[in-house]
């Protein structure tokens, strides 16, 4: 016999090392609040059947409020032999009340505690992250609505290619989130359900009531079937999902915020809050948090992935290997949270430079779109356009000039159809205000979506 909680049917106790290697107390203690509150409603679905008495459920109800406020005060005797979060409050309350906390854990078992545990603390994760989302959202669209006449280069292949507005560009981020948002909101739904009940695998004797455990904690049910509730772990690895496609979507965000704050692009400043210096070099200002964000990316693509590997071998019902569910899980929510926030704090304080937006939009040949357009309107077919206008830009790119730059007589040479209106259609303001229909870089088109992307958050 041993002092475990399995003590009685083993001979000698568990190796050093190994009561090291199999410990989870030092990561899954920040479920300590949620296992708190999953053992108060399975302590009063027990009394309601009448398997603890008032004054049992008193007790533990005692013992467990003052477990909640040593953990809070920092005061617990969290121990690595009593290996994990549940075995350190459970034999914590027996300490503290004898009897009545060694009935807590009857018709339970570690499998579905664990399982309730981690639900319950995924879902008030999810419940922060989302309003960081939303938060993100407000910003994106405030800082779009100002900027719907600022006018960039819009890239494909990092090449300029067509005008756009500022506020377009940053509404195109709006929409990545939009996605995220709802895939967040998906995964909450679908995870929602209460495992507790399931017990080790099959379910218990006792006459439990899991409705009544279930909508205590706030579940929409209890799951349907006990296997699957101890050894489902997929609404982790869909929150990996969402994380780790939210993370890419930052990322992307990231490096157009660290190349437009290059001296090379020049596109927008940072304020100095979110910036770092150099030791050696006076001149640089470092745009460390779009860059960590970038990084952190690594991190919860990685997760996704041990997520799905963790998985992928398991026999029904619980295994151990689910233990190592939490690091990756835990580190997927720090980390997409504490990136959405900085986000959220940062970008509306993003100063975008008009000037050297419009200088390097004047410098690619954004509008050689609409010289062909021009044409088509007056009766070429597309086709011969596009070659009309790809060698004007060839004469431009040898002499060093904006086609707005070429002479109607130069125009001309290329084609007959060419008149002095052509140069409405290569102004950057023509160009945008040309791309009227919703989803275009309009002016209009950008502010009524503004409205359109504001309504839809504020909706939540
Ligand atoms: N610490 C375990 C986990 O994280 C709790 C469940 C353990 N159950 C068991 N029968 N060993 O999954």
Redesign the pocket.
Known sequence: NTSTLWGGRFSEGTDAFVQRFTA?VTF?QRMAEEDIEGSLAHAAMLNAVGVLTDDELGQIQTGLAQIKGEIAAGEFPWSIEL??V?MNIESRLTQLIGMAGKKLHTGRS??DQ?ATDIRLHLRKSIDVIAAEITRLQNGIIGLAAQHTLTIMPGFTHLQTAQPVSFGHHLLAWNEMLERDYSRLIDCRERMNMCPLGAAALAGTSYPIDRHQTASALGFRAPTENSLDSVSDRDFAVEFCAFAALTMTHLSRMSEELVLWTSAQFDFVRLPDRFCTGSSIMPQKKNPDVPELVRGKTGRTNGHLMSMLTLMKSQPLA?N?D??ED?EPLFDAIDTVRDSLRAFADMVPNIQPNAEAMRAATLKGFATATDLADYLVRKGLPFRDAHEVVGSAVGLCVERKIDLSDLSLEELQGFHSLIEADVFDALTLEGSLKARDHIGGTAPNQVTAACQRALAKVAER
Request: hydrophobic fraction near 10%; aromatic fraction near 8%; charge should be neutral.
């Open positions: 989870s899954d290996e994990d549940h570690r499998n664990v619980y151990k689910n233990q939490k």
